[in-house]
């Protein structure tokens, strides 16, 4: 089965990609998806559970260390029992892609997958910022992909937009990169481009794969960062909520999740600062995960608790 791996940082847009070419984008094939999040608390299977499409979650991890057997073991039964034609892999923003690429070129998993483009979503608005506090783990992730694209360009001036394109470059010069908005982009572009065309002039198929082992290899991801789930069944209110969400300190990376509230039902995402809202079904449950460093669960949890409607 052909494979294609996104990656990218937290919040980049890696759920809104897969929402878009599980929409209809794709050619006539049978589609697999597997997800993984860094928590207790799966959010992005649920968005894109629908029907026709095989979903497979693994949560409380980063597939490329704590739970790398899980992955093997669920890209082997994805294969096995569902013979799709196409499998996404939707990495946890913590992951780092040359470990995930190890797996799935390596055996077992060599036998059963045949590689397609790699992704990686960058949020181009903080693309600087994020580069400088994360350094060589960030930077790998964009230097991985085959394809870059540069998300919420929308949100970045012009010129900042341009530098950050020229940063990609310089870290991936092969790569095809695109800024995007919504990661509004063709899927042909993204998932049949042929992987040739990414490799040094004259490479064989040998120097590809060691173009893909090779490269420094970085401390594990998920040793750095921590995560904090919240499942209750109570009802927020929203504003106060929101006041909460934008105080929260700045070693708090991602928050994201469904809530319960006196004005509706609500998905809600939160990146370095920023936060939106949209509405969801009447079924919605209070639950959320949120991502980061030095987490204070205690906090966390008494804060959301805190905007219990009263």
């Known amino acids: 089965m052909k494979v294609n791996l996104i ?20 050619a006539e094939e049978r589609v697999a998806v597997l997800v993984n999040e860094f ?20 949560a409380s991890g980063c597939i490329c260390c704590t739970v790398r057997g899980a992955l093997v073991a669920a890209v082997q039964e994805i294969h096995d029992a569902v013979r799709p034609a196409r499998l996404l892999i939707e990495a946890t923003g913590l992951a780092q892609p040359a470990d995930l690429l190890a797996a799935l070129t390596g055996p077992p998993l060599d036998a059963v997958c045949e590689l397609q ?41 012009p010129d900042e937009v341009a530098a950050v394109a020229a ?31 990414f490799l040094p002039a004259g490479a064989g198929p040998g120097e590809a794969e060691a173009s893909r082992r ?12 921590g995560s904090v789930a919240f499942a209750e069944p109570v009802t927020l209110d929203r504003a106060a909520f929101e006041r909460f969400l934008r105080t929260l300190p700045a070693d708090v990376f991602r928050g994201k999740g469904f809530l319960r509230s006196t004005a509706g039902a609500y998905q809600f995402q939160f990146v370095t600062g ?33 905007c219990v409607r009263s």
Do not use: W
């Open 7 to 26: 990656c990218g940082f937290l919040g980049s847009g890696k759920t809104t990609l897969l929402k878009r070419v599980l929409a209809g984008q794709l």
């Open 39 to 58: 928590g207790a608390v799966g959010i992005d299977g649920e968005v894109l559970r629908r029907e026709h499409v095989h979903l497979v979650e693994i």
């Open 117 to 157: 483009p790699v992704v990686t979503v960058v949020d181009a608005a903080k693309f600087t910022r994020i580069r400088r506090v994360l350094g060589p783990f960030y930077q790998d992730q964009v230097a991985r992909g085959h394809l870059v694209l540069l998300n919420k360009a929308d949100q970045a001036p």
């Open 167 to 197: 940063a990609a470059r310089a870290l991936n010069p092969r790569a095809l990169i695109l800024p995007t908005r919504f990661c509004d982009v063709d899927v042909k572009t993204l998932l049949y481009t042929d992987l040739e065309r």
């Open 214 to 225: 090779s490269g420094h290899r970085h401390a594990a991801a998920d040793r750095e960062f």
């Open 274 to 306: 920023d936060v939106t809202f949209e509405p969801a079904g009447p079924e919605v449950t209070t639950r959320m995960a949120f991502i980061g460093r030095h987490l204070d669960p205690e906090g966390l949890c008494k804060g959301i608790l805190a």
